[in-house]
């Protein structure tokens, strides 16, 4: 879209493209703000929106930063956007940037995917959109092409036909423009670009000339690879056990031997992850132990036995085990939130949960 500042001069084609000028410190931008609008679509990696961005607020200052702010909502942008992020994502991305980045690079990339009547809008709002001579407008570009118009509109008192031609440097043309121009008339042409290559379209019609630079599209902003999230919290399973607790279902780390026999396998059936765990008083050949678990799960994994109640948040002090006593317990590991009474027993022999801490 646009591309080069498109102005009508004399006979001075490519040179043209040597008058740029570098985005410097400037205020808010409207004329920016509408291209904003026509590429934002909620990423801020896309470099059309970041090269928009770029435009809009240009180089602020650290202490110009929270006026950035004041600029939002920007006129329709969608009210998820966010100004700060946007600026911080486009410094990041151009101060990293290989290419070297004018006001003409910017606003061709800014522009050349959208539609004619956007990139005319927005030449008419820089009053780079001219009136007379030689008017030259990129649009609905893609990696492999892009469109161009080209018109003629004759300035007072000059001929009204004339001869012209159209040249690409980078490109090819699907079809070639004429060599003879009435005034007013305008000629749409498919370019083919090359890929990751600057092109520039040059007019010379009537004794006017002008030029456009359609620059290559760049790649969007890296993402940083993302870790996958970790749940937050410990994570537990279950098993069941054998002998004198056969049948009752244990909890304890996925890693560990249910209750520290490794003949009854691992905790590793129904593993989740918990930020606190209930308690519950077993039965049968447990009968009086506090056993710990999922909160609403069933005691034991037997429903008469109740559920696991009254939770511990266990996501700072972590689980730990402790040695159960007795004919049936004798020896074998419990777990339970850190620091509390093995078993929930008082007798000094059972201790506490103090061994083998699990966190996070």
Known sequence: MSMLCLRTITRSTIGLLALTASVASV????????????????????????????????????????????KTPIKGVMASFDAKAAKSSADSY????????????????????????????????????????VRVIVFDASEGTATVSVTWLSPPGAPTGVKGDVALVGGKLNEMFPTYWNTGEKVTRIITRQKDKDLIVVANIGG???????????????????EPKKPAGIAIGSCKGEGGVKGVRMWGPPSEYCNDIHAWGRYDAQTQVVTEIGSCLGQGGVQGVRLYGPIDADCGGIAAWGKYTNPVIVTSTGISSCKGHGAILEAQNLWGPTGELCGGMTDPLWGKYDSGTKKE
């Open 208 to 226: 006017f000339s002008a030029a456009q630079l359609v620059s290559q599209m760049p790649p969007p902003q890296p993402l940083e690879p993302l």
């Open 27 to 70: 205020a808010y931008d409207e004329c920016a703000g509408a291209l904003i609008a026509d590429n934002y679509s909620g990423s801020y990696s896309d470099v059309t929106t970041l090269s928009a961005v770029k435009l809009a607020f240009g180089e602020s200052k650290k202490d110009e930063e929270n006026s950035i702010e004041a």
């Open 94 to 133: 151009f101060n990293n940037s290989s290419l070297k980045w004018d006001k003409n690079r910017l606003e061709s990339v800014a522009t050349q995917k959208l539609s004619e009547s956007a990139v005319e809008a927005y030449k008419a709002c820089r009053s780079t959109l001219p009136t007379s001579g």
